[in-house]
């Protein structure tokens, strides 16, 4: 990626970062914004690309960044 930053965080920092993530992706269904929630599922993926236990969510093509 051409901009890529990097943050340290401890266990629990990630799952609650995870939490946000799952939080704001409901609120902004509630809110009739797809394209926004769906930034937060694609998020909540590139977070988790390096565990081998999470399954990432498939995007619908319209909504893939």
Do not use: C
């Amino acid at each position: 990626m051409e901009d890529e930053k990097t943050i340290t965080l401890t266990r629990e920092q990630f799952d609650i970062l995870l939490l946000m993530a799952g939080y704001a992706s409901g609120a902004a269904m509630q809110a009739k914004d797809a394209r926004m929630a769906w930034s937060f599922v694609h998020l909540t993926n590139v977070l988790n690309k390096d565990n081998p236990d999470f399954t990432p969510y498939e995007i619908p093509p319209e909504f893939r960044v």
